[in-house]
């Protein structure tokens, strides 16, 4: 097996090899399994096999797009499976991100971002700061966490750089409250609150190894990758409001309306929870999954152990 399947992504300390979660405090939640939500139909699920490490993936509302990191690529994938096209983009390409009209595209070792129109053409490649590993569309603006600078660069849609700022050490992800932007600082422990004008608004402790971010409408979910939890953040002061334990390696997290939905790197599963933490269920992915996306046909994990894609 080469090198490379051994390297779980740059994007977090990712080492698959297998590492004991951390003990975990008597204040974390741990609820009972219950039954899976029936929108996880196992019976719908399908494995796709796509480029050479897959790592970021995100919908525009019919299609999927996946970041190929070794491959330097990104493709898009039909809600069926089909692939419909693969795109040369820079180089290590890592998060990806689409507005529905546009998708973009952190290419963490060429220290741009390329802006993609859903038919895979190129509009532009922009630089933005050192190591770009995360992208979010938010608003009229694009946000990119550079983890390598320890900055986050706002740019326009236009790709005009409009700030970048000191964050964490280490930022590699990246989520919006609806008013304001949140950043997960991998070596650092804890999240960062940037106002919509790139104001630090707040830097709040969390577990070991933040890796990924999302808003259920209430608060903020970060997932803790060596600590093997998560946590709901407040999101007016950073207060933990709950927690819950889910498998090895936690790492992407989304919210599909009613549930999240936590990717366990060293455990390959995927961990259902409801906004109160309580853990319905585990689903079984490929080998060492990272990013999650969800769409109108189910929810789609990227494998970088296997090079492949689940579908949910």
């Known amino acids: 097996m080469r090198s490379k399947r051994k ?4 994007r977090t300390l990712l080492v698959a090899a297998a590492m004991l979660l951390s003990s975990i405090g008597a204040s974390a ?19 796709v096999n796509v480029g050479d490490g897959p790592t970021g993936v995100a919908s525009d509302g019919t299609s999927i797009w996946v970041t190929n990191q070794f ?34 595209v952190a290419n963490n070792s060429g220290d741009t971002v390329t802006k993609l129109s859903l038919e895979g053409a190129v509009l532009g490649v922009y630089p933005v700061g ?30 005009a750089v409009l700030g970048t700022y000191r964050v964490g050490k280490r930022p590699v992800a990246l989520a919006s409250d609806g008013t304001n932007i949140w950043v997960a600082n ?42 093997g939890n998560v946590m709901k953040l407040d999101p007016s002061n ?17 919210f599909d309306g009613s549930n999240l939905l936590v990717v366990n790197n060293g ?25 999650i996306a969800v769409t ?9 152990g296997s090079d492949s894609i689940s579908r949910r």
Not at 76 to 104: C, E, H, I, Q, Y
Not at 131 to 159: F, H
Not at 190 to 212: C, F, N, Q, R
């Open 7 to 10: 390297i779980v992504l740059s």
């Open 296 to 304: 109108p046909n189910g929810i789609w994990v990227t494998n970088s």
């Open 29 to 47: 939640q741990t609820a009972t399994t219950q039954p899976a939500p029936a929108s996880y139909d196992p019976s719908s699920a399908i494995e």
């Open 238 to 254: 950073g207060t933990v409001m709950a927690r819950a334990i889910v498998g090895d390696g936690a790492a992407g997290i989304t």
């Open 186 to 227: 991998n070596k650092g422990n804890t999240v960062t609150k940037l106002s919509a004008s790139g104001v630090a608004l707040g830097t709040y402790p969390v577990g070991d190894g933040p890796s990924g971010l999302a808003f259920d409408g209430t608060g903020m979910w970060v997932t803790n990758f060596f600590s």
């Open 130 to 159: 050192d190591g770009p590993q995360a992208v979010l569309i938010a608003g009229q603006n694009v946000w990119v966490a550079n983890e390598k600078g320890n900055t986050v660069t706002k740019l326009s849609t236009a790709g």
């Open 267 to 291: 455990s390959n599963s995927v961990s259902v929870l409801g906004s109160d933490g309580n853990v319905y269920t585990t689903l079984k992915v490929g080998i060492s999954p990272y990013g």
């Open 71 to 104: 491959s330097g690529t990104v493709m898009k994938v039909a809600a069926s499976g089909a692939v419909l096209g693969r795109f040369t983009v820079g180089k290590n390409p890592t998060g990806v991100a689409s507005d529905g009209t546009n998708v973009w």
